[in-house]
């Protein structure tokens, strides 16, 4: 404290901020230090790193804008503020949507028209030339790309979207850096406090020994996780690219660096921090290097820091691994929100069974999460799909895990005999089977392959099951996150071969350039019942947005499955203080019949309203559901 005063009067800060820093100070400081003593005590060094990081987290304060003070102190008396019905999320890339800064501000109305009240904007910071990973191999944390635009670019926008009601997401890839950075070129320089930044070892004898437990995450691109540097003479720690060099996080300095990165970050206007591969940050031998419990000691450190000197961003946490280890991450002390990779994943599984078994298993015991937290429920992102359900889950209803995948892998590259999805394969492992699926929604979902064939009746087929799928993320509980392009059905784009940064990664094919042309027709050529295709899956998508807004019930979590005796139907009830809402879903293309006495004893009532159609529906006869049809039904 001593330190801190001296702190604040060197920089002049006025008593009231010193006064509201040091409340949350010492609401947080026992925790904060207790993990930080769990990370880094057993250094020497350790209290002159914990003083750092506390001046570090002081600044934070001094420096951010007001407007984002004021934010700050709303939320603090409002924790679950992202959990009303009325946040809906939008994903992209600005390149491939605007293509910069300045022309994605004047699509602001563009996400009002949708309904959109969050928006994520994909790695949009200096990257390397050429391959960067998409965008997750940063060379600066404090400058945009400038095809994009600038900093203050971004600072403009993130404050017209506040004035328009849109909450901004970016990420903080914070596992590694790229091999540009400035830190990783004053390594390869020779500095050796940088060098202390990374993983970098003299030979092979410590990489060996790591190698032996752990997995490799892209082993068409190269093998194992170390990375040969011709400059240096040395290997350092690669998980994901071999440009990618792993931070090295056991050292307390890389916490407080990465810590000034994550406040500057914040202070353009983030509400919230897109946590980038979460599983991977903390490396200890003997193990697999994942979902260690220091690592989440490390988030939770973060999130001490935010809530001291940033409380009105919040953290999302990206962790596509097991059922079990993704809820993990989840709590107000951690990641407030995350990826729903699992439901994902089991819409689609569901979509090619036309049957609910695993998904109603899977929702059964994992759906529910802390209070003040969310699920982010998403169908497509700019990553592949990966089948992370549980197999003891599968082989509890008698699906044998292993099979399982390979059959949902045929299914949706095509290999499968009837199968009417156009997926592409992504880093399949033909010594382990091993693969992930990549494409568009539409293409997924029987699109593409209807178009080719000019079949009429698939392209209506493909249309209902995407916005079937749509309808379950809008209603399920949690936010639901648009991938930018899914409302205008947009295929697979196979142009991406023809750039070399590009080709060897199939995950383009499902990142197609935004068609402005769209908007304009708002019609095409491709005739379908009720219109035209792009026509249709964009006002349907439009109402289904504008219907969840307007149900109470569709606010936080909480979700009651109910059993109707159909494996072919998804059911439960969502409620929010007095108000309830049923939501039936057929993911067969046969039509299905649900009991009226079950929907009367779930729904507590005899009547019902549709809220998607608006039919009124009675329960003293069965419902008749057609194939792939989504009710939500509110009492009347």
Same mark, same amino acid.
Do not use: C, G, K, W
């Given at each position: 404290m001593p330190r801190l005063q001296q702190h604040w009067e060197d920089a002049q800060v006025d008593e009231t901020l010193r006064h509201e820093f040091e409340v949350r100070l010492n609401e947080h400081w026992s925790d904060l230090f207790e993990l930080l003593f769990d990370l880094y005590g057993t250094r020497y060094d350790f209290f002159y790193h914990l003083e750092q990081i506390l001046l570090t987290t002081a600044d934070a304060w001094i420096h951010r804008p007001e407007s984002l003070r004021r934010l700050d102190r709303h939320r603090v008396l409002e924790p679950d503020w992202f959990a009303s019905q009325k946040v809906v999320g939008g =994903? #992209?890339?600005? /390149?491939?949507?605007?293509e910069n800064l300045g022309k994605l501000r004047e699509s602001i109305d563009y996400f009002k028209q949708l309904g959109l009240t969050y928006l994520h904007l994909m790695p949009l910071f200096a990257v390397r030339p050429g391959d960067n990973d998409g965008g997750y191999a940063i060379s600066n944390y404090r400058s945009v790309d400038p095809r994009l635009g600038t900093i203050d670019d971004l600072r403009l926008l993130a404050d017209a979207l506040r004035e328009a009601g849109i909450t901004l997401v970016l990420d903080f890839v914070f596992n590694h850096t790229s091999d540009d950075h400035q830190w990783a070129q004053q390594a390869q320089a020779g500095d050796r406090e940088? !060098? !202390?930044?990374?993983?970098?070892? +003299? /030979? *092979?004898? #410590? +990489? /060996?020994?790591? $190698? !032996?437990?752990? *997995? $490799?995450?892209? +082993?068409?691109? *190269? *093998?194992g996780n170390f990375t040969w540097h011709d400059g240096m003479r040395q290997w350092v720690w690669t998980t994901f690219n071999s440009f990618q060099w792993d931070l090295n996080y056991s050292?307390? =300095?890389?916490?407080?660096?990465?810590a000034e990165e994550m406040f500057f970050i914040a202070d353009t206007g983030v509400d919230i921090l897109r946590l980038d591969a979460v599983a991977f940050i903390w490396k200890e031998m003997g193990t697999s290097c994942e979902n260690l419990p220091k690592a989440h000691k490390l988030i939770q450190a973060f999130n001490r820091l935010a809530r001291i000197a940033t409380p009105g961003m919040v953290f999302k946490s990206e962790a596509i691994v097991h059922p079990d280890d993704v809820v993990r991450y989840i709590s107000p002390e951690e990641c407030q929100i995350s990826y729903n990779p699992t439901l994902m994943a089991l819409l689609w599984e569901s979509l090619a069974t036309r049957e609910c078994r695993l998904l109603v298993k899977s929702l059964s015991h994992r759906h529910r999460l802390p209070p003040d937290t969310a699920w982010v429920n998403y169908l497509r992102c700019h990553d592949d799909i990966g089948w992370t359900f549980d197999d003891a889950d599968a082989a509890q209803i008698g699906i044998n895990a292993y099979d399982h995948r390979q059959f949902l892998n045929r299914f949706y590259t095509g290999q499968f005999k009837g199968s009417f999805a156009r997926g592409v394969p992504f880093q399949e492992n033909l010594d382990t089977g091993d693969m992930r699926i990549a494409g568009t929604l539409a293409s997924l979902a029987g699109l593409e392959k209807a178009i080719e064939e000019d079949d009429e009746e698939g392209k209506d087929l493909a249309i209902k099951r995407m916005l079937l799928l749509q309808g379950i993320t809008l209603s399920i509980g949690g936010i639901p996150l648009i991938y930018l392009g899914e409302e205008w059905a947009m295929l697979n784009d196979y142009e991406f071969v023809k750039d070399p940064a590009k080709a060897g990664d199939t995950r383009w094919v499902h990142r197609p350039k935004m068609q402005w042309e769209f908007l304009a027709e708002l019609d095409d050529s491709l005739e379908a019942s009720g219109g035209s295709i792009r026509r249709r899956v964009f006002l349907s998508l439009q109402r289904m947005i504008a219907a969840r807004k307007s149900l109470r019930a569709l606010a936080g979590q909480a979700m009651e499955l109910v059993n109707v005796n159909n494996t072919h139907v998804l059911s439960f009830v969502r409620h929010c203080d007095s108000h309830r809402l049923i939501v039936l879903a057929n993911f067969s293309e046969q039509p299905q019949t649900v009991s009226g006495n079950l929907l009367r004893t779930a729904g507590i009532g005899r009547f019902f309203e549709d809220a998607i159609s608006g039919q009124t529906i009675g329960t003293s006869h069965d419902i008749h559901l057609d194939g792939y049809q989504l009710m939500w039904l509110k009492r009347v």
């Open positions: =994903a #992209l890339y600005v /390149d491939l949507f605007s940088y !060098q !202390q930044f990374y993983y970098i070892f +003299p /030979d *092979r004898t #410590l +990489p /060996d020994q790591y $190698e !032996q437990t752990l *997995r $490799e995450i892209f +082993p068409t691109v *190269r *093998r050292n307390p =300095a890389v916490f407080r660096a990465m």
